[in-house]
């Protein structure tokens, strides 16, 4: 369980850097990469490490806290 938490926090936290990433600099991004690519990395990555960081939660919650 503790290998669990460990992997779903670090993928929460690099999905949620990513996800920052393309959100703070989607604009620019969007003048290099065409079409809807870039939002679609932005949506998937947030929701991602929201999934990731409620497990992360979870776990924590139930099993070592």
């Known amino acids: 369980m503790i290998e669990i938490f460990k992997i ?4 929460a ?3 949620m850097t990513i996800a920052g990433f ?3 600099f989607g604009p620019s991004l969007r003048k290099k990469i ?3 690519a870039v939002l ?3 949506r998937w990555c947030g ?3 929201v999934v990731f960081g409620l ?3 979870i776990i ?3 099993y070592l806290g």
């Open 8 to 11: 779903c926090g670090v993928l």
């Open 13 to 15: 936290g690099i999905l």
């Open 22 to 24: 393309t959100g703070f």
């Open 34 to 36: 065409k079409g809807p």
């Open 40 to 42: 679609r990395v932005h």
């Open 47 to 49: 929701i991602g490490a």
């Open 55 to 57: 497990t992360h939660v």
């Open 60 to 62: 924590y919650l139930l």
